[in-house]
Nanobody
Framework: QVQLVESGGGSVQAGGSLRLSCAAS????????MGWFRQAPGKEREGVAG????????FYADSVKGRFTISRDRTDNTLYLQMRDLNAEDTAMYYC???????????????????WGQGTQVTVSS
């Protein structure tokens, strides 16, 4: 199974930016669908952004469209999430996930993924 390690979280003021990274233990390009999910205290885990194995398709939750950008680097097996114009509602633990096969109609559904990182905390203060 692929091992995933997130980094890049932290504390930022509203309107600020952060870039999250997710390093994979093996090559994921062309092999794994990947996604970013988040979970705030007392809330269910929700899909934030997803990307196809070759990076050609991206998917976003309505709440982050136009503010977040998911990308993946073929050379270093890293998944990224560039986050801009952050607000307090973005505060959560952020997780990356990977899975070889995911229905394209449900890329942002967490139950489709079996490989998860340990998470990185993002805190946005208003």
């Amino acid at each position: 199974q692929v091992q995933l390690v997130e980094s890049g979280g932290g504390s930022v003021q509203a309107g600020g930016s952060l870039r999250l990274s997710c390093a994979a233990s093996e090559s994921t390009w062309g092999r794994y669908w990947m996604g970013w999910f988040r979970q705030a205290p007392g809330k269910e885990r929700e899909g934030v952004a997803g990307i196809s194995p070759d990076g050609g398709e991206t998917f976003y939750a309505d709440s982050v469209k136009g503010r977040f950008t998911i990308s993946r680097d073929r050379t270093d097996n890293t998944l990224y999430l560039q986050m801009r114009d952050l607000n307090a509602e973005d505060t959560a633990m952020y997780y990356c996930a990977a899975q070889p096969h995911v229905p394209v109609t449900s890329v942002l559904r967490s139950h489709n993924y079996r490989n998860w990182g340990q998470g990185t905390q993002v805190t946005v203060s208003s």
